[in-house]
């Protein structure tokens, strides 16, 4: 059973219209908290670093394989992680970076993350993507 943590204490972004299908002309692909750029964002569950990597739209970005067979993006930090791949990610504990504002689809600096069953979840179809707030708070750590 994977335990799974709040990424700072923050403000999930409801008003970014979360995990929405048919949020404004596209859909929202992931779920989003607010947070002062340069706030540490923590691990959400434990699991292994998949990928770091920086896309254009997305910015500065990792992704983590976790023990319930997800993969988490955390998408838009202030700079490249500091985590290898590979490198074990403890929930709740390991730092994984700081909110920023990199890439081109972001208007303010919060954390974007996408959550799949699929190993690249900015690359997913809408229908193979999980609603990680849902998640955590089905699977909260005690
Ligand atoms: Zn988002």
Redesign the pocket.
């Known amino acids: 059973m994977a335990e799974y943590f709040e990424p700072f204490p923050g403000t999930r972004?409801d008003e970014?219209g979360?995990f929405n299908k048919a949020y404004r002309t596209q859909p929202?692909?992931?779920?989003?908290w607010s947070g002062n750029g340069g706030k540490v964002i923590k691990a959400i569950t434990t699991g292994r670093v998949k990928e770091v990597f920086e896309t254009s739209a997305l910015g500065h970005c990792l992704i983590q394989a976790t023990a319930d067979g997800h993969y988490i993006l955390y998408?838009h930090m202030k700079a490249k992680s500091s985590r290898k791949v590979g490198e074990m990610l403890i929930g709740g504990e390991t730092a994984v970076g700081a909110v920023g504002n990199t890439g081109t689809s972001?208007t303010g600096a919060?954390l974007?993350?996408g959550f799949s069953t699929k190993p690249k979840p900015h690359l997913a179809a809408f229908e193979d993507l999980v609603d990680l707030h849902a998640h955590i708070d089905a699977n909260k750590a005690a």
């Open positions: 972004g970014l979360n929202h692909r992931g779920s989003d998408a972001t919060h974007h993350c």
